[in-house]
Structure formats: C-alpha cells, structure tokens
C-alpha cells in the first residue's frame, strides 16, 4: 500500500515514469496532510480553551475520521486508475472492453469526487477550529485551508476528466452539479478562514 510508505518513498514513486500513483492519489495526500493539521490545532487547543473542551473534542473527531478516509483513498485512486489502464489495453471492439470501460471510468470519477467531498467537509470543520483555536496554531489552520482547497479542486479536476468519457448522462449531470456546489462553498470557506487567521495574528 502506497499510504504505508514513507513520505520520502511515495514521492520517489510519484516522479517516475509510471502511471500511478498520479494527481489522484497526490490529491488524496494534500488534504490528508491539510486535515492532519487540522487534527494538531484541535490536540493543541483543548489544553488551551477548557471553557469549549466539548466541542473541540467533537470536531477533532469528526476530523479524525475524515483524515483516516483521506488517507486510504490515496491508495484507493491509484487502484481504481490501474483498472481504467488494464480496461484500456483489452481489444477496442471486445464486449469486455466496452463493459469495464464505463464501469471502470465511473470509479475513476467517483474517488476523486469522494475526496474533493471529504476536503469540503474539512474545510467545514476547519473554519470552526480557527475560531476556537491556541493563537499560536492559526497559521497552521489557514495552511489547513489552503491544502484542502487545492486537494478539493485537484480531485474535482480528475472527477470532471473521467466524467467526460461517461455515456451514462444522468451519473454525470449529478456530479457535475455537486462539484459545482461545493467549489462556491470551498472558494467561500478558505477565504473566510484566511481571513479569521489573518484578523487575529
């Protein structure tokens, strides 16, 4: 698994010349790493604002978990493109081909868009912690919302490639209006946290 790897390994992996893992996976790592940060802020404030103790815990675990998804879909999205590739290289006019081409291009879209969700979210809980956050962590918070917005439109950007190659027009119309939706509601939420960060220092 390319997550059990160190970091110095996956990003030697990365700049050869093979196919995965790619922008996918890489996309995965970038909000992994923006909601580990989030993770560290909430550990540090909870000695520093015993007065929202509860709530700090609760986003912290809410946090926790997305992290963890983040985490596995780095290698997921490697997995899911190693199929597309193999579906690819079937013969062109082969029933089989046809069939696992559609098939595999939908979980080739749907990963990507499963991480730019969990960076959505993520950034929802961060914008949160920055208002309840240690002073000193607050620059780590707007890094946090720099690294999901770009793990949100890196993955939205795989999404929409794979999307194009879909028959199936009602998948596609649905997830198109989600990665809409939710890039207003990312675009807005970093620049809010940003701004908090930027009030307080």
């Known amino acids: 698994m390319l997550i059990q790897n ?16 790619g922008g996918g ?17 909430a550990h540090f404030s909870l000695k520093n604002n015993l007065s929202e103790t509860s ?3 609760s986003l912290l675990k809410q946090n926790e978990v997305i992290r963890k998804k983040l985490m596995l879909l780095v290698d997921k999205d490697a997995d899911a493109y190693e199929q597309l590739s193999y579906a690819t290289k079937l013969p062109k006019d082969s029933l089989e081909r046809k069939s696992l081409m559609q ?12 991480i730019s969700i969990l960076s959505c979210d993520c950034l929802q809980l961060c914008s949160q912690l920055v208002l309840k956050a240690n002073f000193n962590l607050l620059s780590d918070l707007g890094c ?15 999404a929409s490639v794979n999307l194009k190659l879909i028959k199936d027009q009602s998948f596609c119309v649905q997830r198109y209006k989600l990665i809409r939706k939710m890039a207003l509601k990312v675009t807005a939420l970093k620049r809010k946290i940003v701004q908090s960060v930027e009030s307080q220092v």
């Open 144 to 158: 946090a919302a720099y690294f999901l917005e770009s793990g949100f439109y890196s993955a939205a950007l795989n």
């Open 55 to 57: 709530e700090i815990k």
């Open 6 to 21: 160190s970091l110095k390994e996956y990003l030697n992996i990365l700049a050869k010349k093979t196919s995965v893992p």
């Open 103 to 114: 098939k595999n291009l939908k979980k080739a879209a749907q990963i990507p868009l499963e």
């Open 25 to 41: 996976s890489a996309a995965a790592l970038v909000s992994a790493s923006g909601a580990a940060l989030n993770s560290m802020a």
